[in-house]
T-cell receptor, first 111, second 117 residues
Framework: NAGVTQTPKFRILKIGQSMTLQCTQDMNHNYMYWYRQDPGMGLKLIYYSVGAGITDKGEVPNGYNVSRSTTEDFPLRLELAAPSQTSVYFC??????????FGPGTRLTVT | AQKVTQAQTEISVVEKEDVTLDCVYETRDTTYYLFWYKQPPSGELVFLIRRNSFDEQNEISGRYSWNFQKSTSSFNFTITASQVVDSAVYFCALMIWSGGGADGLTFGKGTHLIIQP
């Protein structure tokens, strides 16, 4: 049981480039989430999904897109990367209102 | 909208002292969950506790204890006989369980706890 896995661990992007952050969970959880953590701050919700084919915006969705074609995968797409998107990105999943299982995070720098 | 306030940005204590981390939350919902997470210097998020809004019992787990008071909308976390390994950033978080599903966690800004040897 790997839990929640994220790739890549680190990435440096140039302004205007695009990339996809991958997130996979093997716990058969319906609920999945993407958060970002800026330095010295708590996490903020970007997007979430309550099941395959269903996604919804969180607090800070601008500049991101998501899809959920399977229960296991919940990729986060950055289009036209901007320096303001420099952050640590965490993916999480849960099966109800229990513990949210977090991935190890992806540290992204946009220069 | 929900809000979580951790007023203490940084706390520094000497090892073996007791320390309390404060958390105040705001929500109009009656069904919600409160969480504490630890983020050590390595960066991962470690789950510590979950509490639902209908359970005001305090909880103790080893050197950790939590005090949930709905009357003051607070969910404070105490570490007894602190150790250097407790040094980390601690986050309090709130989740509303609406009828359609979970909308994710609302986090406080975190308290950086430094335990000096």
């Amino acid at each position: 049981n790997a839990g929640v896995t994220q790739t890549p661990k680190f990435r440096i992007l140039k302004i205007g480039q695009s990339m996809t952050l991958q997130c996979t969970q093997d716990m058969n959880h319906n609920y999945m989430y993407w958060y970002r953590q800026d330095p010295g701050m708590g996490l903020k919700l970007i997007y979430y999904s309550v099941g395959a084919g269903i996604t919804d915006k969180g607090e800070v969705p601008n500049g991101y897109n998501v899809s959920r074609s399977t229960t296991e995968d919940f990729p986060l797409r950055l289009e036209l990367a901007a320096p303001s998107q420099t952050s640590v990105y965490f993916c999480a999943s849960t099966d109800r209102a229990y513990e949210q299982y977090f991935g190890p995070g992806t540290r992204l720098t946009v220069t | 909208a929900q809000k979580v306030t951790q007023a203490q940005t940084e706390i520094s204590v000497v090892e073996k002292e007791d320390v309390t981390l404060d958390c105040v939350y705001e929500t109009r919902d009656t069904t919600y969950y409160l969480f504490w997470y630890k983020q050590p210097p390595s960066g991962e998020l470690v789950f510590l506790i979950r509490r639902n809004s209908f359970d005001e019992q305090n909880e103790i787990s080893g050197r950790y204890s939590w005090n949930f008071q709905k009357s003051t909308s607070s969910f404070n976390f105490t570490i007894t006989a602190s150790q250097v390994v407790d040094s980390a950033v601690y986050f309090c978080a709130l989740m509303i369980w609406s009828g359609g599903g979970a909308d994710g966690l609302t986090f406080g800004k975190g308290t950086h706890l430094i335990i000096q040897p």
